[in-house]
């Protein structure tokens, strides 16, 4: 029994990597058609994606002061030509199309990050095209000048203002809704959830294989004693040396009890 509940544990182990490893193996992960801007310039006409950014932004403004890289002359250009077509007045009009539309919108990386926490169907593609800080103005010379330094490099250091993006970015006002999201293209693994039941099964008939076992050679102790006419825990102790004698391939005849022996015939 105990080798019966053991095939059949490694048969559903085995059987559910394989199920879970054909389901990997079959799941298509969608390609991007893109993945930096200068494969969405080179990418353009063959999947016919347009761009644009917010009209009369600074963004705009970068990609025509760019024009020494070709690949940002062709952006700025494009959006020149098509401006009623690609440029929006707001982001949020900018968002929307990018989700309705084969439409790439340019838009400062905290401004993405805030919505793809909210839009799973959107994301962020490649890295950085421009980087800047921004400050808090202040009359020149001003006896706050140093005190909102000082605050600002503490809550800095302290990761306050990591944990308070983290809060209002990821967790608050439908944050985090995407962090789970199930289309991405690792495997999912198989937790106790999962195999929890075959465990169980296992356990259970291991002990239910004990008790039988113990059954088994009650009956057997108790059979030989009778037949050999010797005491039950005689007989029991000699089964239980024969059983932990591994050297050992000959079983001992079990002799009747003295009693028994010197009786007449």
């Known amino acids: ?22 389901a990997f193996l079959t799941k298509e992960t969608p390609q991007p058609h893109f993945t930096n801007v200068y494969e969405l310039v080179a990418n353009q006409h063959k999947h016919q994606i347009s761009w644009g950014a ?24 494009y959006m020149d030509e098509h401006i009623h077509e690609v440029l929006v007045n707001n982001s949020i009009d900018g968002v929307i199309k990018a989700e309705e539309e084969n ?8 401004s993405i ?9 959107l994301t962020a593609v490649g890295d950085l095209l421009d980087e800047k800080s921004y400050g808090i103005a202040m009359k020149k010379n001003s006896s706050y000048r140093n005190i909102f ?30 962090s789970d999201d199930e289309d991405s293209g690792e495997a999912t693994a198989l937790g106790w959830k999962n195999v929890s039941g075959v465990f169980w099964v296992t356990i259970g008939g291991t002990l239910l294989a004990c008790v039988s076992v113990f059954i088994e050679l009650y009956l057997h102790v108790l059979k ?17 040396k024969f059983y932990f004698n591994f050297s050992g391939m000959v079983k001992p005849v079990i002799k009747p009890s003295n009693a028994d022996s010197n009786e007449p015939e």
């Not at 029994?1 to 054909?22: D, E, H, K, P, R």
């Not at 439409?103 to 905290?110: H, K, L």
């Not at 990050?113 to 169907?121: F, K, T, V």
């Open 1 to 22: 029994m105990v080798a019966a509940v053991w095939w059949f544990f490694t048969l559903i182990m085995v059987s559910s990597y394989t199920a879970n490893l054909a």
């Open 54 to 77: 917010k009209y009369g932004g600074s963004t705009v403004d970068f990609f025509k002061k760019k024009k020494h890289i070709k690949e940002f002359e062709i952006i700025a250009q």
């Open 103 to 110: 439409y790439a919108f340019f838009m400062e990386i905290t």
């Open 113 to 121: 990050e805030y919505e793809i926490q909210r839009r799973c169907n």
């Open 149 to 178: 330094s000082r605050a600002i490099l503490q809550l800095q250091q302290t990761g306050k203002l990591a944990d308070l993006k983290r809060r209002w970015w990821e967790e608050r006002r439908g944050g985090g809704l995407c």
């Open 224 to 240: 030989e004693s009778i037949k050999n006419k010797t005491p039950w825990k005689y007989t029991l102790i000699e089964e239980l």
